[in-house]
């Protein structure tokens, strides 16, 4: 008979929708389905849940890395940038009534 194991499965990363870092430290995440607030934890062990708005005014190291007509969001409070969800409609362009 075999013993046994005790080893635990592998944990997922802390966070899955995390795609990288800027120069100066702010985060790039993948936004889940639907997602409208921002689900970053802070230094508390809280999470900031504020409003994604889309942005349109980013730097150069954003235009490099994603282009310039590229569709990012940002956190209005902790300054966290996010990438659209592939599996949603792309939100550019002009709304039809």
């Known amino acids: 008979m075999s013993e ?3 080893e635990a499965p592998p944990t997922p990363p802390a966070d899955a929708n995390l ?3 800027l120069s100066d430290g ?3 995440k993948r936004r889940v389905l639907k997602q409208r607030a921002c689900n970053e934890i802070g230094a508390k062990g809280k999470m900031c849940v504020g409003h ?3 942005w349109y005014f980013f730097g150069e190291e954003v235009k490099g890395k994603f282009g310039p007509e590229a569709e990012i969001y940002r ?4 300054k966290t940038i996010y990438l659209p969800n ?3 409609q792309p939100r550019t362009g002009t709304l039809c009534w």
């Open 4 to 6: 046994p194991t005790t």
């Open 19 to 21: 795609i990288g870092t």
């Open 26 to 28: 702010t985060k790039i």
């Open 52 to 54: 994604l708005k889309r």
């Open 86 to 88: 592939p599996d949603e």
């Open 75 to 78: 956190c209005e409070r902790c």
